[in-house]
């Protein structure tokens, strides 16, 4: 308990609330920008903090990654584009919301929702980060394979309209991340003749251009209009508080959707991008009204929103207890940790228990400055979007998209791809192929691939090595779980059926 | 002007595609490299002729909203042209022109154009695409574009 209040005390201090305040804010700007994502903005931090000492260096990281993760539900919510991975499942209901004149409803509860999400996530961490490591270093090749198929049984409620093109969508995307060099057998798969598809088709690249192109095309198609569809972009005269009783209206799925964000943040490379969308997943599922969700319903944005803030604070879980990064913004931090002699692991909270226990607290105060920055800033940027003619905006966002990819990788091709990307998910937009799937495909296929070809390599010597699959217990209640996840995404379809 | 379109035929027959292009391109490759993406192909066929089957025995044809469509395929010039002269010529001197060519057209599509509205365009388009242009070179300092000029 003194280590823990000797911590607060040392992060309390007004320089720290300042670096706190100021990697917020610069985060949620970084966010904001499509392309743009926390591994790059921690990344650019990176310099900055070799001035400082451990901890000050730490709590601005930690500040950056939480407004990060919160910018990025901006542009989604205003002009349906994800402006990290992890906001995906934040355009479902996001944008439907301000495209009913409830933009500043939407952005309010965003924030509510990250709040509580970071703050829950801290929490979780200061109480249950060791046996919680213990739990995450269980899964192996075999079980990240059944954590990426339990993943893509998703597909059937991220659609709005069709099941069958939902999994067309997944297979489509599960195909785009086998192109590249193989993860295990490292041979080019699928280049076409072409070197640079070599280096595979990184999942901002799809991102950016499944999202965000054909929404600008939309636009140029519509106008205005594919903006703010029915009453204007936006109202004004919403208030904190009728945002937090929506937020808290619905505590189940608040308390589920954290839950979900912890347990997927602890497992190293489950992949942050997906906690939403299993917690937006899963509102649906557990929802009296599911077919308002994909039309605005505030329950979809609680639980992305919260889910996902859930997962900074938790993916630090297998960082700072076992030195492996659950996400890859921790990789950065976990350089910054090695650059001033900190060796992550059990005995890190016993050497150094003020900076582990300090770094910790200091992303719940990253969490509840959201409030005040976030409310701020989201009012800002809303203005600017609601005041920009749309003949400007369009110009706009692709010169940010432009840089933003090519900033990536440094790389003009990943521009072309986006581009190209873009242009042939405008044409299956128009067929009823949704990009939610495709990119929910892409995210999972490389994880599926590597447990897979990892699993049936280590069962060589059975006659069936697929039979690996289902040896252990983990994975056999992760089968269990597929199964009964797909039976009860049925079951009730049918039921309202009959009814 | 609207087509009405059956979706789910023409989204069967878009992945059939899909998978025989891979398919096509799947080169030599070993066991290990192979088993993963030859499962996907598998499973996008089996989809994709689902889709079809659906298609054709049961689809419903949706409707289609072509307005706009020059529009749309405006853009697609631009900006294929935009990172033809980003890779060839240089970004801020592709960006500034085609960032002001394309606010014009959006904005002709409301009523005509006055001579200021050029001037405007113009000056929007310096500021934004020399401001960011800025912001990623010199302060976050990635690597501009590889190219003859600025």
Redesign the interface.
């Known amino acids: 308990m003194d280590v823990l209040i000797a911590a607060a005390l040392a992060v309390l201090q007004p320089h720290m609330l300042l670096i706190v305040l100021l990697g917020v804010t610069a985060g949620l700007f970084v966010g904001a920008l499509p392309g743009l994502t926390a591994t790059m903005a921690l990344a650019?931090m990176l310099p900055f903090t070799f001035t400082m000492d451990a901890l000050e260096g730490l709590v601005a990281l930690g500040a950056v990654y939480m407004g990060t993760i919160y910018g990025g539900a901006f542009t989604a919510i205003l002009i349906n584009t994800p402006g990290t991975p992890s906001s995906i499942a934040t355009t479902f209901d996001g944008h439907p919301m301000a495209k009913q004149g409830r933009a500043l409803e939407a952005i309010s509860i965003a924030t509510i929702a990250s709040v509580i999400g970071g703050v829950v996530g801290v929490l979780f961490l200061l109480v249950a980060a060791p046996p919680l490591a213990q739990l995450a270093l269980k899964f192996g090749p075999s079980e990240m394979f059944w954590v990426a198929i339990l993943g893509l049984t998703l597909i059937g409620s991220l659609g709005t309209g069709?099941v069958?093109?939902g999994?067309?969508g997944g297979?489509?995307g599960?195909?785009i991340g086998?192109i590249g060099i193989?993860p295990?057998?490292?041979?080019?798969?699928?280049?076409?003749g072409w070197p640079p598809l070599q280096a595979g088709i990184s999942l901002i690249v799809a991102l950016i251009g499944l999202f965000v192109?054909p929404e600008?095309?939309n636009m140029?198609?519509?106008?205005r209009a594919a903006l703010d569809a029915d009453t204007g972009l936006g109202n004004s005269g919403f208030r904190f508080g009728a945002a937090m009783t929506t937020v808290l209206s619905k505590p189940v799925n608040l308390i589920r959707s954290c839950l979900i964000g912890q347990i997927i943040a602890i497992i190293p490379g489950a992949g942050g991008s997906i906690t939403s969308l299993v917690a937006y997943n899963e509102a649906k599922r557990g929802s009296d009204d599911p077919d308002s969700f994909g039309k605005g319903n505030p329950e979809g944005l609680v639980a992305s929103e919260s889910s996902n803030n859930v997962m900074v604070a938790g993916s630090m879980v297998p960082l700072l207890t076992l030195g492996i990064p659950g996400a890859p913004p921790d990789a950065v931090i976990l350089g910054v940790m090695l650059l001033h002699g900190l060796r992550p692991g059990l005995d890190l909270f016993a050497e150094t228990g003020v900076l582990a226990n300090g770094f910790i607290i200091s992303m719940g105060l990253a969490a509840l400055m959201l409030i005040p920055v976030g409310l701020l800033g989201g009012r800002l940027i809303y203005q600017v979007i609601k005041r920009t003619?749309?003949?400007?905006l369009?110009?706009?966002i692709?010169?940010?998209t432009?840089?933003g990819t090519?900033?990536l990788r440094?790389n003009?091709v990943d521009?072309?791809l986006m581009?190209g990307l873009?242009?042939v998910g405008?044409v299956?937009r128009?067929?009823?192929?949704d990009a939610a799937p495709i990119v929910l495909g892409l995210i999972l296929?490389t994880i599926?691939?590597q447990g897979?070809?990892q699993t049936?390599?280590g069962g060589m010597a059975m006659d069936i090595p697929q039979l690996r699959l289902l040896e252990n217990t983990l994975s056999q209640i992760l089968i269990v779980l597929t199964v009964a996840v797909i039976g009860w995404t049925a079951w009730p379809k049918r039921t309202r059926k009959r009814e | 002007m609207r087509i009405r379109?059956n979706?789910?035929l023409?989204?069967?027959l878009?992945?059939l595609a899909?998978?025989a292009l891979?398919f096509l391109?799947?080169?030599q490759?070993?066991?290990?490299?192979?088993?993963?993406?030859n499962t996907?192909?598998v499973?996008?066929t089996v989809?994709?002729v689902?889709?079809v089957a659906?298609g054709l025995l049961a689809g419903e044809p949706?409707t289609?909203n072509l307005?706009?469509?020059g529009?749309?395929l405006?853009?697609?010039g631009v900006?294929?042209l935009?990172?033809v002269g980003?890779?060839y010529v240089g970004f801020v001197t592709t960006?500034v022109p085609?960032?002001a060519a394309?606010?014009?057209a959006?904005?002709r599509?409301?009523g005509p154009l006055a001579s200021k509205d050029y001037l405007i365009a113009v000056a929007?388009?310096l500021v934004?695409?020399g401001g960011?242009?800025w912001v990623?070179s010199e302060v976050?300092?990635?690597?501009p574009?590889r190219a003859p000029w600025l």
Do not use: D
């Open positions: 650019l069709s069958l093109k999994l067309l297979a489509i599960l195909l086998t193989s295990i057998g490292g041979e080019s798969r699928f280049t076409f192109i600008l095309l140029m198609r519509q106008g003619p749309h003949y400007f369009v110009p706009t692709l010169v940010i432009m840089l090519y900033a440094n003009l521009v072309a581009l873009g242009m405008f299956i128009g067929l009823g192929l296929g599926a691939e897979y070809v049936i390599l | 379109l979706t789910e023409l989204s069967g878009f992945g899909l998978a891979f391109n799947r080169g490759v070993g066991f290990l490299s192979a088993v993963f993406p996907v192909l499973i996008l989809i994709s689902a889709l659906r949706s289609l307005e706009g469509g529009s749309v405006i853009g697609i900006m294929v935009w990172w980003i890779r960006s085609l960032f394309l606010a014009l959006m904005k599509r409301a929007v388009a934004v695409v960011f242009f990623f976050l300092g990635i690597r574009f």
